[in-house]
T-cell receptor, first 112, second 113 residues
C-alpha cells in the first residue's frame, strides 16, 4: 500500500461545477499538506499549503485537512476549462528537510 | 516570488553524448534542491537530493555515476546525464526548497535518439 493514495481519474466535470479532489494517507507523522497543479509538459505549481488540520481558502480553491481521518481535500468552485490539469497532493513530516511524499495525481478535465 | 527556472526546456541528443540541465532559484536562496523524473501520465519520481556544498544523496536504483549532480551555489544546481541512452528519455524536473515547501521548475524534456 502506498503512503499516499490518490484516485488517478480522469475526472470530467462541466464548466461551473464544484470539484472535489481527495487524498488519503497512512503516515500519522505528516504535518504539512500541499496541493500542486501540473499542466501537461510543465512543472508542478504550488496551489495550496496548509499546516496540520483545518481549512484554508484562496479564491476559488479551498483546502481541507482532517488528520483524524488521514484525509485531505481540495475543492474548486466555479471550475473553468483552464483548471484542466493534473492535481498532485503532497505532504511531509515536521523535520523531513522539505522531503515531500506525493500522491499519484488526479487528472481533471473541465468541459466548456 | 519563489520562481525556479530550468534550462534548457527541451533537448535532443544522440546516444552516447552527455547533457547538462541547469536549475536556478531566481529570487531566493535554496540550500536544498531536488531532482525528479517523470514519465508520461505518471507521478514524480525523486532521483536525488542536492545540498549546496556537499555531495548529492541519490534514491535507491538511481545511478550516481550516470546522473551527476552539482550544487555549486545557493541558487544553482546542475544535473548531467552522462552517456545518454534512449531509455534516459524523460521529463526531468527540479525543485528548490523555500521555507516549508518545494517550488518546482518548468521541467526539461530530454529526447535521446
Amino acid at each position: 500500500q502506498k503512503e499516499v493514495e490518490q484516485d488517478p481519474g480522469p475526472l470530467s466535470v462541466p464548466e461551473g461545477a464544484i470539484v472535489s479532489l481527495n487524498c488519503t494517507y497512512s503516515n500519522s507523522a505528516f504535518q504539512y499538506f500541499m496541493w500542486y497543479r501540473q499542466y501537461s509538459r510543465k512543472g508542478p505549481e504550488l496551489l495550496m499549503y496548509t499546516y496540520s488540520s483545518g481549512n484554508k481558502e484562496d479564491g476559488r480553491f479551498t483546502a481541507q485537512v482532517d488528520k483524524s481521518s488521514k484525509y485531505i481535500s481540495l475543492f474548486i468552485r466555479d471550475s473553468q476549462p483552464s483548471d484542466s490539469a493534473t492535481y498532485l497532493c503532497a505532504m511531509r513530516e515536521n523535520n523531513a528537510g522539505n522531503m515531500l511524499t506525493f500522491g499519484g495525481g488526479t487528472r481533471l478535465m473541465v468541459k466548456p | 516570488g519563489a520562481v525556479v527556472s530550468q534550462h534548457p526546456s527541451w533537448v535532443i541528443c544522440k546516444s552516447g553524448t552527455s547533457v547538462k540541465i541547469e536549475c536556478r532559484s531566481l529570487d531566493f536562496q535554496a540550500t536544498t534542491m531536488f531532482w525528479y523524473r517523470q514519465f508520461p501520465k505518471q507521478s514524480l519520481m525523486l532521483m536525488a537530493t542536492s545540498n549546496e556544498g556537499s555531495k548529492a544523496t541519490y534514491e535507491q536504483g538511481v545511478e550516481k555515476d550516470k546522473f551527476l549532480i552539482n550544487h555549486a551555489s545557493l541558487t544553482l544546481s546542475t544535473l548531467t546525464v552522462t552517456s545518454a541512452h534512449p531509455e534516459d528519455s524523460s521529463f526531468y524536473i527540479c525543485s528548490a526548497t523555500a521555507p516549508d515547501t518545494q517550488y518546482f521548475g518548468p521541467g526539461t524534456r530530454l529526447t535521446v535518439l
